[in-house]
């Protein structure tokens, strides 16, 4: 039986369908985008509830996963699916999936919302199992779903193989976790705020090309004018805008909806 309490499905006009997870803190978000011959399945979930057999329940095309990246949020379902491509430098954390140690950290009441998490899923023993892609993701590749094309863009930053799908004939854009309304944690280890700076660059331009962008994170579609502001603002970061606030490990710098929090000395020019 599919367990669909979990999953909150939403259908966007030009074949898009988002699979939201908002019964956990991160809210994250997957997609689907549909060509005539194959289902592009972006991103696999969090590892709650049945998420391929949701899938199979919304779409009868053949199902491609691509990954926006492989942090754990967004594998969680890989494994159940023959076709499954990501960034070449993220492909051993697919591989590797996610443990119990670390995953049942995300579960503790702080991180859920309302009372969703199904009765199946039990946070002492689950964990991600670990996926070997058949293929990988590079810049410049263009992902044929019949009659419908993704072009797969390179944007490390915020992890190194963060990829940006855009549909340039429907004019819409998935950044991954490179730009969400939230905060953007570019201190961790696997960040890089150098890289995270061209990337944001080009999806601000990337952006004066579409009408929406949909993120893997919170709110959901977002108006392409954020990707603008958000580059601004980052650069106004590296021209010496102060921090809202220091902490011992980052340096938050607020925005409205948005903001970023950078290790000290990483930044600047
Ligand atoms: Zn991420
Ligand atoms: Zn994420």
């Given at each position: ?54 899938v199979a329940t919304l779409s009868d095309r053949n199902p491609i996963v691509l990954h926006s990246h492989a942090h754990f949020d967004h594998i969680g379902a890989s494994a159940q699916f023959a076709r499954v491509r990501v ?84 004019r819409i854009m998935f950044p991954g976790d490179a730009i969400y309304a939230g905060p953007m944690f570019a201190y961790r280890d696997y960040s890089d705020p150098v890289a995270y700076r061209a990337s944001l660059r080009r ?67």
């Amino acid at each position: 039986m599919v367990e669909l309490s979990w999953f909150d499905v939403v259908r966007f006009p030009s074949g898009v369908t988002m699979i939201s997870e908002p019964g956990h803190s991160e809210d994250v978000k997957s997609y689907l985008v549909e060509g005539a011959r194959d289902v592009a399945v972006l991103d696999t979930g969090m590892g709650v509830g049945d998420f391929a057999g949701l899938v199979a329940t919304l779409s009868d095309r053949n199902p491609i996963v691509l990954h926006s990246h492989a942090h754990f949020d967004h594998i969680g379902a890989s494994a159940q699916f023959a076709r499954v491509r990501v960034h070449a430098s993220e492909a051993g954390a697919l591989r590797a999936g996610y443990p119990n140690e670390r995953f049942r950290a995300w579960f503790t009441p702080e991180h859920l919302v309302g009372n969703r998490l199904p009765a199946t899923f039990d946070p002492q023993r689950a964990a991600i199992a670990g996926c070997e892609p058949d293929g990988f993701l590079t810049e410049g590749d263009v992902i044929d779903l019949g009659e419908r094309v993704l072009h797969v863009y390179h944007t490390p930053g915020h992890s190194p193989g963060g990829i940006t799908l855009v549909d340039h004939a429907a004019r819409i854009m998935f950044p991954g976790d490179a730009i969400y309304a939230g905060p953007m944690f570019a201190y961790r280890d696997y960040s890089d705020p150098v890289a995270y700076r061209a990337s944001l660059r080009r999806i601000a331009e990337l952006a004066t090309q579409v009408d929406v962008i949909y993120p893997s994170h919170n709110r959901s579609p977002l108006e392409p004018e954020l990707a603008q502001a958000m580059h601004e603002a980052y650069e106004r970061i590296w021209a010496g805008r102060a921090p809202d606030e220091r902490r011992p490990e980052c340096d938050v710098f607020q925005f409205d909806s948005y903001a970023f929090w950078l290790r000290p000395g990483s930044y600047g020019n």
